[in-house]
């Protein structure tokens, strides 16, 4: 998961990366180990999410950065994986839009350190519902993938996801009964197709209780929200809608 920025609050802990993994042109694997302190996992979530930021400038560059008022390069991630044994854990980077912090994980290298405030605990559909539908962009496909490894058997799960072209695609595993659409943008911009909206309308709706799981763009997440409310008469608490960046906003993928 990346989402918009927000009010940082001081470091909870300290990462130091040990890996990159590149898993698609542009998407980035972390691979970092937890320096301090332990990270409290919550075991029954499989979506929990840091704050993530490259640890502060000298005295001198501080000043500077107060002075401008420039605000530190953080972003929050989806923890894609945790090794309890090894302490390991893996976050995995969409490399979209020119933000500080997408700069700067291009630039990353083993022993590069970071920052984190968290973890905290992230929205997941219910695995009690009869059925899920789950839609997304390249931002939420760390969340959506880590959810629907989690998701249990028999459950039957369809994601909707739209990445920039086949290339950007992955095999996403589960014991639910998965059935995943892609969508390619082959060149459009981010956040201007309508795609994902038009994919979730065309859905065969399943039957009964239906959970709706909404990540991305925060314009179409908000499309898609109205699509689930009004046209398939889905629960409001039944869905768990997020806007993770905003077109147009300085930063955004382009």
């Known amino acids: 998961m990346t989402a918009l920025a927000g009010p940082t609050r001081g470091p909870s802990g300290r990462l130091r990366i040990t890996e990159l993994t590149p898993l698609t042109p542009a998407m980035l694997r972390l691979t970092a180990a937890v320096e301090q302190p332990h990270l409290p996992l919550d075991p029954d979530c499989p979506n929990q999410v840091l704050r993530l930021s490259p640890p502060g400038p000298d005295t001198?560059?501080?000043?500077?950065?107060?002075?401008?008022?420039?605000?530190?390069?953080?972003?929050?991630?989806?923890?894609?994986r945790a090794d309890p044994a090894s302490g390991l854990i893996d976050i995995d980077v969409a490399l979209h839009g020119d933000g500080l912090?997408?700069?700067?994980?291009?630039?990353?290298?083993?022993?590069?350190?970071?920052?984190?405030?968290?973890?905290?605990?992230?929205?997941v559909p219910s695995f009690d519902a009869d059925a899920v539908v789950m839609a997304a962009d390249e931002t939420g496909l760390p969340a959506l993938a880590a959810v629907v490894e989690a998701a249990p058997a028999g459950l039957a799960v369809h994601a909707v996801v739209e990445v920039p072209d086949a290339a950007e695609e992955q095999q996403?595993?589960?014991?639910?009964?998965?059935?995943?659409?892609?969508?390619?943008?082959?060149?459009?911009?981010?956040?201007?197709?309508?795609?994902?909206?038009?994919?979730?309308?065309?859905?065969?709706?399943?039957?009964?209780?239906?959970?709706?799981?909404?990540?991305?763009?925060?314009?179409?997440?908000?499309?898609?929200?109205?699509?689930?409310?009004?046209?398939?008469?889905?629960e409001r608490r039944r869905i768990h809608a997020f806007g993770y960046w905003r077109l147009g906003r300085a930063g955004s993928p382009a």
């Not at 001198?60 to 953080?74: C, E, I, K, M």
């Open 60 to 80: 001198a560059a501080a000043s500077a950065v107060a002075t401008s008022g420039a605000r530190p390069a953080s972003r929050t991630y989806t923890i894609r």
């Open 101 to 123: 912090f997408v700069r700067w994980v291009r630039g990353a290298a083993p022993g590069d350190l970071l920052d984190f405030t968290g973890p905290r605990p992230h929205a």
């Open 172 to 234: 996403l595993t589960s014991p639910a009964d998965l059935r995943v659409t892609w969508l390619h943008r082959d060149g459009a911009p981010a956040g201007t197709t309508g795609a994902l909206e038009r994919a979730v309308r065309s859905l065969p709706w399943p039957e009964g209780a239906v959970d709706v799981w909404i990540a991305g763009e925060a314009g179409e997440v908000r499309a898609i929200r109205r699509v689930a409310v009004a046209e398939r008469d889905v």
